[in-house]
């Protein structure tokens, strides 16, 4: 299966600065099948990206997917007080699907 | 728009059953597979079961193989995850998903 590791667990920064999250793929992963979704308190995962780098339906354009094969990232331009949450990148490439182990982006 | 929405959840004592169902909508429902993903309280996302878009194959995680049984009902586009011999560690929010699209899940209690 396709072990999805996520770095660094917990991300501290203020409102208003740059995020950037790891998702690193072994084996490698078609960029094609790899998402990162949203998930804050009490809610379901929000999908924020798919393919890698094409945000989804009202996903404003802070958030930034790119990489592909091993190396995954999630930019997040200027932080905005509703993005602290928890981010998983996940692929559904193979089966099983598998999910990173979430990194927090949590208030400075 | 793709909708998707399980229910079937709620409190069960360990050794009991449960059937979840996922009811889908906005997509042709027979072309594609639906699987279950699961979040204990305060844990990270897991796979749960997977079923192919004419029900022919299913996949099972290791943690519920052997008690969970998934299938599909495409004239109802409903899919069920029949649970039994549910376990305190089974307890999870259940989530139905058509990649990359999920439910808003349905809470599973195990507990005597």
């Known amino acids: 299966e396709i072990v999805l590791t996520q770095s660094p667990g917990t991300l501290s920064l203020s409102p208003g600065e740059r995020a950037t999250l790891s998702c690193r793929a072994s084996p490698s992963v078609s960029s094609s099948y790899l998402v990162w979704y949203q998930q804050k308190p009490g809610q379901a995962p929000r999908l924020l990206i798919y393919g890698a780098s094409s945000r989804a339906t009202g996903i404003p354009d802070r958030f930034i997917g790119s990489g592909s094969g091993t190396d995954f990232t999630l930019t997040i331009s200027r932080l905005e007080p509703e993005d602290f949450a928890v981010y998983y990148c996940q692929q559904y490439a193979t089966s099983p699907w598998t999910f990173g182990q979430g990194t927090k982006v949590e208030i400075k | 728009e793709v909708q998707l929405v399980e229910s079937g959840g709620g409190l069960v004592q360990p050794g009991g059953s449960l059937r979840l169902s996922c009811v889908a909508s906005?997509?042709?429902?027979?072309?594609?597979?639906i699987h279950w993903v699961r979040q204990a309280p305060g844990k990270g996302l897991e796979y749960v079961s997977g079923?192919?878009?004419?029900?022919?194959?299913?996949y099972y995680a290791n943690s519920v193989k052997g008690r969970f049984t998934i299938s599909r009902d495409n004239s109802e586009n409903t899919v069920h995850l029949q649970m039994g011999s549910l376990r305190p560690e089974d307890m999870a929010m259940y989530y139905c998903a058509k990649a990359p699209y999920w439910g808003q899940g349905t809470l599973v209690t195990v507990s005597s």
């Open positions: 906005g997509f042709t429902f027979s072309t594609y597979p």
């Open positions: 079923i192919s878009s004419t029900g022919t194959s299913t």
